[in-house]
């Protein structure tokens, strides 16, 4: 499938809508897309890829936790101790599968981001960069933080990935939470420590 073509993209954005069979769902997965082509644009990432990466990331977020052991072990995939304690994180390895299964996806670029965007991980693209950080900040999210990490998003994917993956860090702390080990990988990388402190200011017009 071409990620440059608008009709090919136009019959994908109703074969997603009918593979999750949920409003809300497929909603967030378009306002993904979008937040994902506009990071890319900004940052010189290809927006096609991009934006296909985005709409397909949350193919497998709607199976259960069950669905999810069973889908991943009917394919081989190595399931780590943290995995099979919180089967919600397979949902990315999975869509990503059901990514080239399902829709002929193909494109490792593509693939490496949906598998990515929910925890990150050790090595980051600068498109993973962009898919994981449109899947924290489309415009749905609701925390207070947000405009201002998108504002950063838009003029520096790794100032985005460091401020975002160190609020996802302490939120986890904060309620008792363990983050997953990838994400500790990926804050190693973009250096986010957890200790709580004010984000930078950014002018208004990065928006």
């Known amino acids: 499938m071409s990620a440059h073509d608008p009709a090919s993209f136009v019959n994908l954005l109703r074969r997603v809508r009918e593979h999750l069979r949920q409003d809300d769902r497929y909603a967030h997965s378009v306002r993904v897309a979008r937040s994902a082509g506009t990071l890319a644009q900004r940052h010189g990432v290809d927006a096609s890829k991009a934006r296909l990466a985005g709409l397909l990331h ?3 977020r709607l199976y259960s936790a069950a669905q999810l052991l069973d889908e991943c072990e009917k394919r081989g995939f190595f399931i780590d101790d943290f995995e099979r304690a919180h089967p919600v994180l397979l949902h ?9 299964e399902q829709f002929g996806i193909d494109d490792p670029d593509v693939l490496s981001a949906i ?8 090595e980051m693209s600068p498109l993973d960069c962009v898919v994981y950080l449109a899947d ?4 749905a999210r609701k925390f207070a933080e947000r405009p201002v990490l998108w504002r950063i998003a838009l003029l ?6 460091r401020e975002t993956l160190a609020l996802a860090i ?16 990926a804050a190693a990388l973009f250096g986010a420590g957890s200790k709580p402190g004010e984000l930078p200011e950014v002018q208004a017009s990065a928006s």
Do not use: C, F, Q, V
């Not at 924290?136 to 415009?139: K, N, R, T, V």
């Not at 986890?172 to 080990?181: N, Q, S, V, Y």
């Open 115 to 122: 598998e990515k965007h929910t925890t990150a991980a050790g």
């Open 170 to 185: 302490r939120r986890h702390e904060r309620k008792g939470l363990a983050p997953a080990p990838p994400t500790l990988a």
């Open 58 to 60: 949350d193919l497998a």
């Open 92 to 100: 990315a390895r999975l869509g990503a599968a059901l990514a080239w």
């Open 136 to 139: 924290s900040l489309e415009p």
């Open 156 to 161: 520096d994917l790794e100032d985005a990935m």
